[in-house]
């Protein structure tokens, strides 16, 4: 079974470059989902219960993994480490 990531992005560049690079280096079990601060009321309510304080955050299996701009060595850790 996969794992859910989520990504809390506000639509700029570099959260767009964030999702790509999330989306490429996940398996095909896993669920990615992006949640745009600027578009839904539902990702704002989840940002808070999550405590986000900056985009893009990535959580794993409901849990904060990286908050702010990651590094392409930053998403392989994590997804290795699930």
Do not use: W
């Not at 996969?2 to 490429?24: D, N, P």
């Not at 990702?43 to 405590?51: H, R, T």
């Amino acid at each position: 079974m996969g794992h859910k990531f989520e990504i809390f992005t506000a639509g700029c560049s570099l959260c767009q470059t964030a999702v790509r690079q999330l989306k490429e280096a996940v398996c095909e079990k896993c669920q990615v989902i992006e949640y745009n601060l600027n578009q839904s009321a539902e990702a704002v309510v989840l940002a808070k219960k999550f405590s986000i304080k900056a985009v893009p955050t990535i959580v794993v299996d409901g849990k904060i993994k990286i908050e702010g701009i990651p590094s392409t060595e930053a998403i392989k850790e994590i997804i290795s480490d699930v």
